[in-house]
């Protein structure tokens, strides 16, 4: 019986130290030019950044300007946020004569000429973050 309750006892505390690595990361866009649509979070590694589906996404109500999107449970990493104001709520970057016609920008705030290039929009993630992102 006492075998039964330590092997129990470790199992519990493996999983409660296993629930202490992972990370939470906020993301804030402070600048919406209206509350029309909705803000598009997609959160990438270098694996998916531009090329594939992202580790997570998150589309928010934008409440005066302001729209926050939360991602739970990540590893320590190296990643990069696109955000998006979508003001048709049809989940993708609409364009105009080739040039985008909604706003958006990447983590790190360096945009070029040309598509986001994740070696510019990374970050380190290794506790707890809260990043602004401004369009």
Known sequence: MKTIITIITLLLSALSFA??????????VPNA?????????????????MKTAPVASAAVVI???VATATFENLEQGEYAVIVLH???????????D?????????SGG??????PVFGDAKFTLNEDT????RL
Not at 34 to 40: C, I, P, R, T
Not at 86 to 96: A, I, P
Not at 130 to 133: C, D, H, S, V
């Open 19 to 28: 629930q202490d690595d992972t990370i939470t990361l906020t993301v804030t």
């Open 33 to 49: 030019t209206s509350d029309k649509g909705e803000m598009v979070f997609s959160l990438n590694t270098e694996e998916t950044f």
């Open 63 to 65: 409440k005066d300007g």
């Open 86 to 96: 979508d003001l048709n709520g049809n989940q993708r970057m609409d364009f105009k």
């Open 98 to 106: 080739g040039m985008p016609a909604e706003n958006y920008n990447v």
């Open 110 to 115: 360096q945009m070029s000429f040309g598509p």
């Open 130 to 133: 809260e990043l602004k992102i």
